[in-house]
């Protein structure tokens, strides 16, 4: 029986198929749609989809794009009891500025995101998504990760972090960072670029891909390629070749 590839995070790691077919469900208009019948009605497969086959394990893609990490962290552990000894889990977080609420009419929780700041009931809580931008913030994820980090050790499990964020680098002890991957391209990126796919690395986004046809920041073919070879690279950082 194979091992597992567990992926948790937001749209990053959502597969771009899930995305498209939630949209078209919803009947909205979505860049993944246009990606869709831009790519001659497919789509690419993902960096996890890459992954998967490079290792030999079957995945298992628990990312919900717009999920803030306090959702992401809950996945994780709704998933506990499904954790095998040898498995690979990989956590994504996203921005420290997403929160959540609870939605009382539906008794759920819900995410709010920045890009969501002009709808009426996402704008009031402006003030708190301001907040979040102070670093201390970021003591919330070193805690988080350091939880994981624990469990997985204690249950021979195998871990890898990665963010897009890469303020969060700066606020991470030495016993955890080893557990965030980082990229052969280096580490001297500018706060606010992506920090694993220079941004000199041309095609690696669906807008650059399209030529601005469609404006969309997630990873298309290339990218997704890209991550899949900048995680293999830190795999056997970690585990082949200690």
């Known amino acids: 029986m194979k091992n597992k590839l567990w992926t948790f995070g937001c749209s990053f790691t959502e597969s771009l198929k899930s ?17 869709y019948k831009y790519m001659g009605n497919s789509f690419p497969p993902m960096w996890s989809e890459l992954l998967a086959e490079k290792l030999n394990l079957e995945l298992e893609n ?10 992401i962290l809950s996945s994780f552990i709704q998933n506990l009891k499904n ?60 805690e988080y990760s350091h939880f994981i980090i624990e469990y997985c050790k204690s249950k021979n499990i195998k871990l890898m972090f990665w963010s897009l964020d890469n303020k969060l680098n700066f606020e991470l002890s030495n016993d955890i960072k080893d557990y965030f991957i980082y990229s052969p391209i280096g580490n001297n990126i500018e706060i ?41 690279i830190n795999y056997n950082r970690l585990y082949n070749f200690r």
Not at 19 to 35: C, H, P, R, V, W
Not at 200 to 217: A, C, R
């Open 192 to 232: 606010g670029h992506d920090p694993y796919i220079s941004s000199k690395t041309n095609q690696s986004k669906i807008k650059q891909e399209t030529n601005h046809k469609i404006d969309d920041e997630h990873y298309g073919k290339y990218g997704n390629y890209y991550m899949c070879e900048i995680l293999n």
């Open 19 to 35: 995305m498209y077919e939630q949209d078209l469900k919803n009947g909205q208009a979505s860049t993944f749609i246009d990606y």
């Open 83 to 142: 954790f095998k000894e040898n498995d690979l889990i990989i956590i994504q977080w996203t921005s420290s500025l997403r929160f959540r609420i609870c939605d009382y009419k539906l008794n759920e929780f819900r995410d709010l995101l920045p890009m969501n700041i002009d709808e009426p009931k996402v704008r009031k809580y402006f003030p708190f998504m301001q907040n979040r931008e102070r670093g201390i913030w970021f003591t919330e994820l070193v």
């Open 62 to 71: 628990k990312g919900v794009g717009g999920s803030s990490n306090y959702t």
